[in-house]
């Protein structure tokens, strides 16, 4: 009889140990296969990128200004596909970063509770819009408007989809701000209020340099997810690789550049193919250099109040 | 580019919707499907053949993509469509290569484009432009020199000049610089390429300092929008019309084809859809901006076709060279 009882105790455990292993292995799978994807994209195009650079010096794609390479006279200087990358992504930041920063020391220092549970989602509905309607909206809305204040506007130009990005992006700088700024212990503020700081006191000099590292953080991700917008670009700001600094004329990203290529008939294995890796690494490199930055300035900035 | 997107996406869409419904497959398979990609310029043609057809026979599918005329000679030499639509003859290459997959091919001339040079209707400095100008803002060595107007002809503004052309899969790309700059392919490569003119109306429309060209079909399409410019080949600007495009005295005129492998054209709908395509051509051409061919020309195409006449009247280089009425007499 105990036999009976000690035997089914003893399979019980060995079923449970089972089980415990089994999902120990699934869930290893799903970590394991994210990060065997991940490194099978930095693979491929480190490949292709290196079989690209057999046939393409590294002088004609850093020290050239020209971007040609799908016509008879091929050059390969990258600079216009960076420039048109960088003057984008630049204007975007430069109208979210604001608007993104200051909703978010209204929302987490100022709104009520009652008003910040009725626009933070609101807010975060931005985040939510499909970018190809952005990239439309772009062409078809605020370029015709912009061009009734700045006449010699091109249809395609860098500003309205840079405006509209900006737009974008300031759900994810304000969104993830604010959170760091809430997160900051009420105990500091009492503190402030108690030495005589008004409001405003407390948002700028106590709880801003509290939040530091979560802020700088999401401003950094927010240029990164700037630099890899395809949509909005391939949709609205032009397909002419010109090395520019003006906001209002035709330009090319690098996103938008593989957008035009893989939507093309180029047959696999060519050279004109094989830019499309040459440049996507290149973007890679962006954004994993800002996702370092990121990293190290949130660590270095981390003030923990425990 | 972005129309472009949709076009591809629609049939890839209709394809999954079609295979994922349970209940459709049968009628899936039964509904007879022609595939045809290529030029964008030949678009609107095949396109409201298609539709002709559709209304009439409505069992019968037609897909039409736009990928540029080599795009589509890819794709048919790959024996993946049914009929390529092309802005100029095939190519020695294109067609090696169609002999190494065992297609063959019939060449059907359609109706005659006259390639339209155009700029924003605001532009109040060009009205006529000569090829020798066209060449100099358009040879690859412009790229290092002609970023401006005013460098191109005396007079002209010091306005930066934006330029708009379809991208090196087209073969209005493959003409136009064959005709202007001397060499099929030879063209500088910093403007605003696409294969979809539609981007190329957009772009144009709305940019004050801009130059571009297109087949005419997509100037008839947005007279509104866009400002033709009269091209002078020594002969004086001459605008293109039915008349100047119809006995080649505009100097951008080339005929359109489109290209039908015989495997295809023993599949009756595919036969149906060219015999009614060679009977409408001549309407719907005109209807959406393009001239149709004199009388004369029409019968002796639809002759060649009737005879089955396998292979192409040009030599496979690529170029137009000497006329298609010639060439047409001559094959005869």
């Known amino acids: 009889m105990s036999e009976t009882i000690r035997d089914r105790h003893r399979a019980t455990r060995l079923q449970t140990l089972w089980r415990e292993k089994a999902v120990r292995a699934v869930l290893f799978f799903c970590g394991a296969l994210s990060l065997l994807t991940t490194l099978g994209i930095v693979l491929v195009l480190f490949f292709e990128t290196f079989a690209f650079f057999q046939e393409v010096s590294f002088a004609q794609f850093f020290l050239d200004t020209q971007w040609t390479p799908l016509f008879s006279t091929k050059r390969f200087g990258i600079w216009p596909l960076v420039a048109g990358t960088v003057l984008v992504s630049l204007i975007a930041v430069l109208v979210a970063m604001p608007i993104g920063l200051l909703s978010a020391i209204y929302l987490s ?20 819009i499909p970018s190809v309607v952005y990239g439309y909206f772009a062409l078809t809305v605020v370029t015709p408007f912009l061009q009734t204040i700045i006449p010699s506007l091109s249809g395609f130009n860098a500003l309205s989809p840079g405006i509209v990005m900006g737009i974008m992006i300031i759900p994810m700088i304000s969104s993830l701000s604010e959170d760091a700024m809430y997160a900051v212990p009420k105990s500091l503020r009492d503190g402030a209020y108690a030495l005589g700081s008004s409001r405003l006191q407390v948002s700028l000099r106590v709880v801003f340099p509290a939040a530091f590292s979560g802020i700088s953080a999401a401003c950094i991700l927010a240029v990164s997810r700037a630099i890899g917008e395809t949509m909005i670009v391939a949709i609205a700001a032009g397909l002419q690789p010109t090395l520019t600094v003006s906001p209002l004329v035709p330009i090319e990203t690098m996103t938008a550049y593989i957008v035009q290529v893989s939507l093309g008939d180029t047959p696999h294995g060519t050279l004109e193919y094989k830019t499309i890796f040459a440049v996507g690494t290149m973007l890679f490199l962006f954004t994993f250099a800002l996702n370092l930055i990121s990293n190290s300035l949130s660590k270095r900035y981390r003030e923990i109040y425990e | 580019m972005t129309k472009n997107m949709k076009n591809k996406m629609i049939p890839a869409l209709l394809a999954i919707t079609l295979s994922s419904s349970a209940f459709l497959p049968a009628l899936y398979a039964a509904d007879p499907i022609i595939k045809i990609d290529g030029s964008s310029t030949v678009y609107p043609i095949t396109e409201a053949v298609a539709e002709e057809l559709q209304a009439v026979d409505r069992k019968t599918k037609v897909i039409v993509g736009i990928s540029g005329t080599g795009g589509g000679f890819k794709k048919f030499c790959a024996g993946e469509i049914d009929i390529a639509n092309a802005s100029r003859p095939i190519t020695a290459k294109e067609i090696a290569l169609c002999a190494e997959n065992k297609i063959e091919w019939m060449e059907i001339g359609i109706a005659y484009d006259g390639l339209a040079v155009v700029v924003n209707p605001k532009n109040n400095w060009v009205s006529a432009i000569t090829i020798a100008e066209l060449k100099k803002i358009w040879e690859p060595a412009a790229q290092e020199k002609i970023k401006q107007w005013s460098p191109v002809r005396s007079g002209w503004p010091k306005k930066e000049i934006h330029l708009f052309g379809p991208g090196a899969d087209s073969g209005t790309f ?53 400002k033709l410019v009269a091209v002078d080949a020594g002969n004086g600007p001459i605008f293109p019309s039915l008349k100047t495009v119809g006995d080649g005295t505009y100097p951008l005129s080339r005929p359109l084809f489109i290209y039908v492998s015989s495997k295809s054209l023993k599949k009756p709908e595919v036969n149906r859809f060219i015999a009614f395509y060679l009977e409408n051509a001549p309407e719907l051409s005109r209807e959406v901006g393009y001239i149709p061919f004199p009388k004369e020309v029409q019968s002796a195409v639809d002759m060649r076709f009737n005879q089955r006449v396998a292979g192409s009247l040009y030599t496979g280089d690529g170029s137009v060279g000497k006329s298609f009425v010639s060439l047409l007499r001559g094959g005869k």
Do not use: H, M, W
């Open chain 1, 109 to 128: 220092e100022y709104a009520a509770d009652k008003t910040r549970n009725v626009i933070k989602p609101i807010l975060e509905i931005l985040a939510g």
């Open chain 2, 174 to 226: 493959d003409f136009f610089t064959e005709v202007v700059v001397g060499k099929a392919k030879s063209s500088r490569g910093d403007f605003t390429a696409s294969e979809d003119d539609n981007v190329l109306v957009q772009g144009i429309s709305t940019d004050l300092s801009a130059l571009g060209y297109f087949g005419l079909g997509y100037y008839e399409e947005n007279k509104k929008r866009v």
